[in-house]
């Protein structure tokens, strides 16, 4: 797939002048091989899947402003694919079968060119056969800095899994159909994996708090740190907000900063459980500053007149009849239709009408750009890239369709994707 050096920079450059940063730019390069490991999950050793032999795969870090050059390898005995959730890239480089490139065949590899003007939280994983693939390990985080990073102590990644096990202990092969009509494929062994093992008692920290579990919604409650959430999907809110319960659906992200007042322990509410905890050794004077509000992203205004869509949920066991082939289907269709959902203009101002008429959750991911979550008195919230759509619920999302091509709209609970959740919109 041909890849100019106009194409590389343009994108990057024109966000990037907007937002009033300097135009120059570093180059961050990395391998990834994806491969079949050995790690320790639940006290088990599990034949699994990581990147470059670890298990999630490794912290992937760039500067705002930055390109990115991934080469990825592909050591499986199947195809792969890796996709940058939350990036706004170029469309080539989303890592999508049928919409933007074939899948990586065993022993071949791909190369990943793109630049990344917007700092926040980020993560990566396959994006082919991801339901399975994910579940195994194929993830990482992928973090891009600030300019200004927020002073903090420690900058700390949390990623919440869990993984279904058989009566061994070991990770269950079988896939029933059951996982996809219902809540998904929900693991019995559930961790929140640190980046770092220890604090003091009076450090600020910053908690970049990452979902790659397939499936499952946590709500997450954090004990022995006092602070706000600061971003949520990688983008900053323009004030911090306090926090109690942090409901994170599958791909969402939530950065929170705060002050060490013991241990920090990361539990599920809905089913009472500790996932991990980072220790909390020795102690240090605590800051009397108030917790800042991060640098906000370059972002697209809306803009003349709104072009509308409805997107229905249907299907899932209990569900009433729907077209389309699978389990479930999005406006009648199962799988990616012909047509996409919104056919449009680069700059177009889009309101998306979500109505979830199933009896189960879903959280809808759009490739390629963030959206403002509707109040409902029609004000835009929250700017994010995923929306969780509880059952029965029904939510607006307004977005400014400003990056050019073919992106994917999908419920992220993957496998409730694979089994038919998904449509597309083009931007030409």
């Known amino acids: 797939m041909k890849w100019t050096r106009r194409e590389t920079l343009g994108g990057g450059l024109a966000a990037l002048s907007a937002a009033g940063m300097p135009t120059f730019a570093a180059t ?5 091989r994806p491969e079949p490991i050995m790690a320790s999950v639940g006290g088990m050793r599990q034949e699994l899947l990581g990147f470059n032999g670890s298990w999630p795969g490794p912290e992937l870090r760039a500067g705002q402003g930055d390109h990115m050059r991934v080469r990825v390898e592909n050591g499986l005995q199947d195809g792969v694919l890796v996709h940058w959730h939350g990036l706004r890239l170029p469309n080539r480089m989303d890592g999508v079968s049928v919409l933007t490139q074939d899948v990586i065949p065993p022993d071949a590899s791909h190369d990943y060119r793109f630049p990344v003007p917007d700092a926040g939280t980020f993560w990566y994983h396959s994006h082919y056969l991801s339901y399975d693939q994910v579940s195994r390990g194929l993830f990482g985080p992928l973090i891009i800095d600030e300019q200004q990073p927020p002073d903090v102590d420690h900058d700390i990644t949390v990623q919440l899994f869990d993984m279904l096990t058989d009566d061994s202990g070991v990770y269950d092969e079988d896939t029933g159909a059951e996982q996809f009509a219902a809540t998904g494929r929900i693991g019995n062994v559930m961790t929140a994996i640190v980046s770092r093992e220890t604090v003091q008692r009076g450090d600020r920290v910053r908690l970049r708090l990452i979902n790659p579990s397939i499936d499952r919604v946590y709500s997450l409650r954090i004990n022995g740190i006092e602070g706000k959430i600061v971003a949520l999907d990688g983008m ?6 306090p926090f109690e319960d942090i409901i994170l659906a599958p791909g969402q992200r939530c950065d929170v900063i705060g002050d060490v007042s013991d241990a920090i322990a990361f539990a599920d509410d809905d089913i009472g459980q500790t996932l991990g905890q980072i220790a909390a050794q020795g102690q240090r004077q605590r800051r009397t500053t108030a917790i800042p509000a991060l640098p906000p992203n370059p972002m697209p205004q809306p803009k003349g007149r709104e072009v509308k869509a409805r997107l229905v949920m249907q299907g899932g066991a209990g569900g009433g009849k729907h077209d389309g082939f699978g389990t479930w289907a999005l406006n009648d269709v199962s799988g990616l239709p012909r047509e996409p959902l919104l056919n449009v203009r680069r700059g177009t101002t889009a309101r998306i009408s979500l109505y979830n008429a199933t009896a189960f959750d879903h959280v809808m991911h759009l490739h390629g750009h963030h959206f403002w979550e509707n109040s409902e008195t029609g004000q835009p919230g929250d700017y ?21 091509g073919n992106w994917m709209l999908h419920c992220h609970m993957l496998s409730h994707q694979a089994d038919g959740m998904a449509t597309w919109i083009r931007v030409a």
């Open 384 to 404: 994010r890239d995923g929306t969780f759509v509880r059952a029965g619920e029904a939510r607006d999302i307004l977005c400014v369709l400003d990056n050019p």
């Open 236 to 241: 900053p809110l323009e004030q911090p907000q």
């Open 28 to 32: 961050r390069s990395y391998t990834l």
